[in-house]
């Protein structure tokens, strides 16, 4: 494992004053992964004074010194050198209340929450593997240090990490860890929303979120109980060949990973049980079940503390995802004059996301009026086709200086000649436009 220059100046220095000195955790587990690490922590025999001492001539703070870690920077990095702990009993379900120095590495690891993360490394010793964890990276499995049940009582949050885990470096969980998660899931009900979210939209990103959302729902569903009744709901319409929760997964497997499109597909149809009417066939609709859907997901991701702009853009998704677009360019500016050329790409890519989540029944029709939709988008905004206000060749100064003064009447005309162009009433020039305000 090679390791940067001022990793392995941090250990030198360590080790030339008599002590212990190893890079620990993720970073060792994402070489070992042949992935870059984003950050090094280290762990050390040395107390917090002494690492303080040793740093004297670096810049230092000790935020965390109460848990043994002071950060020092060097060329501009910060670097977290952690003294070897026992930690106390949790009783937040999240933090220890206290810990305790030790001298043994061994002693260190063990307290950590997966084989995976607790490795340690030393370019003179090598590996320090005491638990197995290179051998759970081969096989891409998460499985606790020590006793599963023990590990999540300590820190919910771990549930958490594991599922993170799983969904983004496609790790399966082994048995006795699987059933630890769910028989102690409800300890997710006493860490921080913050913290949860974090986790979750990471969860969601991950390139094999579809095994999470698959075989750890009953998980999901205690942070967010609203999605539990979609489990095992008939859809009972052409469209859908599966139970809403399945075409749920798959229409969230079938976006690209980004936050807001990935939580959108999530939630897009969770309106669906409070909206379902069946007609005497068997046959069922969701009329109305875009705006139930908005509504909730407004309420599950203000409760889960996501920033506003992202819920509201999440909730506008969920509320359009539905609409019915016709492959015609006066329409499309109509639409793209309300919402803008951001939201209708997003919007572009959640419908087909959930098209191709659905039956064989009209899919390809579908699939075909939605690419010739967008290649008429493309074609707008490539030739810088007037679809707003912006992009309309005459101004609310050009119509004072044709003798409209009052701003009630400036913005209605100005609206009433957009409509003009985008219809093709009326071309798209100066002289033209206020030729036609005369």
Not at 46 to 68: C, Q, S, V
Not at 204 to 226: N, Q, S
Not at 308 to 318: E, G, R, S, Y
Not at 408 to 421: A, F, P
Request: proline share 2%; with cysteine.
């Amino acid at each position: 494992m090679n390791l940067p220059k001022n990793v392995n100046t941090i250990i030198s220095m360590l080790e030339s004053k008599g002590f212990q000195c190893y890079v620990v955790g993720g970073c060792v587990r994402d070489m070992l992964m042949g992935i870059t690490p984003k950050d090094y922590d280290l762990t050390t025999n040395a107390k917090p004074e002494e690492i303080l001492e040793i740093f004297r001539e670096y810049k230092t703070f000790d935020n965390g010194i109460k848990h043994g870690t002071v950060s020092v920077i060097i060329e501009g990095e910060v670097f977290e050198i952690t003294t070897y702990r026992i930690d106390g009993d949790y009783i937040d379900c999240r933090h220890p209340e206290n810990v305790e120095f030790t001298s043994s590495l061994k002693e260190d690891l063990s307290r950590r929450d997966f084989t995976v993360n607790a490795m340690a490394y030393n370019p003179n010793e090598g590996l320090i593997d005491y638990f197995e964890g290179k051998r759970d990276v081969e096989y891409k499995a998460i499985r606790c240090v020590g006793e599963a049940d023990v590990r999540f009582k300590e820190d919910g949050l771990r549930i958490l990490r594991a599922l993170r885990f799983a969904s983004v470096y496609n790790f399966s969980i082994e048995y006795n860890t699987f059933n630890a998660i769910l028989e102690n899931k409800k300890l997710l009900n006493n860490i921080s929303k913050e913290r949860i979210s974090n986790e979750f939209t990471q969860i969601l990103c991950g390139e094999w979120c579809d095994y999470v959302l698959r075989r750890f729902k009953d998980v999901i569903a205690v942070i967010i109980p609203e999605i539990a009744s979609m489990f095992n709901f008939q859809q009972n319409n052409p469209y859908h060949n599966k139970t809403l929760w399945k075409h749920t997964v798959s229409s969230v497997k079938n976006i690209e990973s980004n936050d807001v499109l990935r939580m959108t597909m999530l939630l897009h149809d969770i309106g669906k049980p409070m909206s379902q009417k069946t007609d005497k066939n068997g046959i069922s609709v969701y009329t109305g079940h875009e705006k139930i859907g908005e509504a909730i997901s407004k309420e599950v991701l203000t409760r889960l503390k996501y920033p506003k702009v992202f819920i509201d853009t999440v909730a506008f998704l969920i509320r359009n995802h539905n609409l019915r677009i016709k492959a015609d360019k006066v329409i499309i500016k109509k639409i793209l004059k309300n919402m803008g050329e951001d939201k209708f790409r997003l919007l572009l890519k959640v419908q087909k996301a959930d098209i191709l989540a659905r039956s064989s029944y009209k899919r390809e029709e579908k699939l075909q009026n939605l690419s010739e939709i967008h290649k008429l988008f493309d074609e707008i905004i490539n030739n810088g086709e007037c679809y707003n206000l912006q992009t309309l060749n005459v101004t609310g100064s050009d119509l004072i200086h044709s003798g409209i003064t009052e701003g009630k009447i400036i913005g209605e005309t100005l609206n009433h000649l957009l409509n003009l162009v985008i219809e093709g009433k009326c071309s798209n020039t100066k002289e033209d436009l206020l030729k036609h305000i005369q």
